[in-house]
């Protein structure tokens, strides 16, 4: 069972930078769709940005767009969410999440792998 954890979340003011990485146990890991979500208290865990198994296609929430980056580095088996302009509506536990489809996966019922979240806190 591959494991995920998840680090760099942390307190940023609006307009800062926050890099998150999520490394993985998994030896097959350049084989995993791999996906980032994030829950703000009182809400449903929303897609923030999804990564095919080369790195070739990347896909974003209309909120993150032109905001964050998400990348991978399958030699070090490691995520990557680099998030900039960050703003108070960002604040939210980050999570990273896993799949072994083909096809790309944007919602959290077709991952069957996560982490158990970072907190992200944007303050105005």
């Known amino acids: 069972q591959v494991q995920l954890v998840e680090s760099g979340g942390g307190l940023v003011q609006a307009g800062g930078s926050l890099r998150l990485s999520c490394a993985a146990s998994e030896r097959t890991f350049r084989h995993y769709f791999m996906g980032w979500f994030r829950q703000a208290p009182g809400k449903e865990r929303d897609f923030v940005a999804a990564i095919t198994w080369s790195g070739g296609d990347t896909y974003y929430a209309d909120s993150v767009k032109g905001r964050f980056t998400i990348s991978r580095d399958n030699a070090k088996n490691t995520l990557y969410l680099q998030m900039n302009s960050l703003k108070p509506e960002d604040t939210a536990v980050y999570f990273c999440?896993?799949?072994?489809?083909?096809?790309?996966?944007?919602?959290?019922?077709?991952?069957?792998?996560w982490g158990q979240g970072t907190q992200v806190t944007v303050s105005p």
């Open positions: 999440a896993a799949s072994t489809n083909i096809v790309p996966v944007l919602t959290p019922p077709d991952y069957p792998y």
